[in-house]
């Protein structure tokens, strides 16, 4: 069985993590390469405008699987460089390939998301939680050290004193304080998350897939680059979109009153 699995809805993909009696843990050997293989399929199809990422079953992802740390024949046995180079070259492949998703990626949290589980759903530009969802990085009950860009990622997405508190306290949160905390956008009821998550991705794939991806790189650019940086690269983006069909449709339809028709052209 596939850590991943995509169905493609039109231009809306679902990528699930796929191990739901492991509550979706990450980790085995093999993962790093399948997750990076379908970003990389989705990355090349230039007809999805939004992925939707979500987990198989009752948790979104509980993190690293804990069976295979107590393995002392598993990946993560073998002293200090082993264990450094499964992390390089499985584990932090999964976090670069979904991280690196040129689209907009929402992440549905339909449970626990633990550890590496929450890192995964910080990589998504949208999070929307199902009332049932959990958050929390345990790393640090575990004896471990946020290993999968949990310290990059996590303040930048609640704050620097909230995500150490995470860090520092291992404690959980649900999905209200989640919410309260920026962390998610939204809480709704369990049973129409998936709804939810599909009507905002139809929102999002209604729009120019070009500019959709060239947007998303402005945001993730603007969070590292000084402001006229910024500007440089915006006015690059932007003459690019002013040559394309989907600017000459946008502005059309909006002087003749009606519904634009975006096609990637």
């Known amino acids: ?33 399948a997750v990076r293989a379908a970003c990389d399929a989705l990355n090349a199809d230039l007809s999805i405008r939004c992925v939707i990422l ?38 932090h492949r999964i976090a670069r390939a ?21 890192d995964l759903a910080c990589m998504a530009d949208i999070r929307i939680a199902s009332d049932k969802a959990k958050f929390g990085v345990t790393f640090l009950k575990l004896g471990l050290v946020p290993g999968d860009g949990g310290s990059w990622l996590l303040p930048r997405t609640i704050g620097m004193s909230r995500a150490a508190e995470l860090f520092f306290t291992g404690d959980l949160i649900d999905a209200a304080t989640a919410a309260d905390w920026g962390l998610v956008s939204r809480v709704v009821p369990h049973d ?19 500019s959709l991806r060239l947007t998303k790189s402005l945001l993730r650019q603007g969070q590292t680059s000084s402001y006229d940086q910024a500007l440089d690269s915006a006015s690059t983006a932007q003459a690019v979109s002013h040559a ?3 600017h000459r449709e946008g502005v059309m339809a909006l002087l003749e009153k009606r519904e634009a028709v975006f096609r990637g052209q």
């Open 1 to 33: 069985m596939t850590v991943v699995t995509t169905e493609i809805l039109g231009p809306i993909a679902i990528l699930r993590l796929n191990r739901p009696d492991a509550m979706n843990a990450l980790g085995a050997d093999g993962d790093g390469e």
């Open 192 to 210: 129409t998350l998936m709804n939810e998550a599909l009507a905002m991705a139809g929102k999002i794939a209604a729009l120019p897939p070009h």
């Open 98 to 118: 979904l991280f690196s998703l040129d689209m907009p990626v929402i992440a549905a949290v339909n449970g626990a998301a633990i550890g590496l589980g929450c």
């Open 244 to 246: 394309t069909e989907d």
């Open 54 to 91: 979500t987990g198989e079953g009752r948790a979104f992802s509980a993190g690293g699987d804990i069976k295979k740390m107590a393995d002392p024949e598993g990946p993560f046995s073998g002293g200090g460089l082993p264990i450094r180079s499964h992390y390089q070259r499985n584990i």
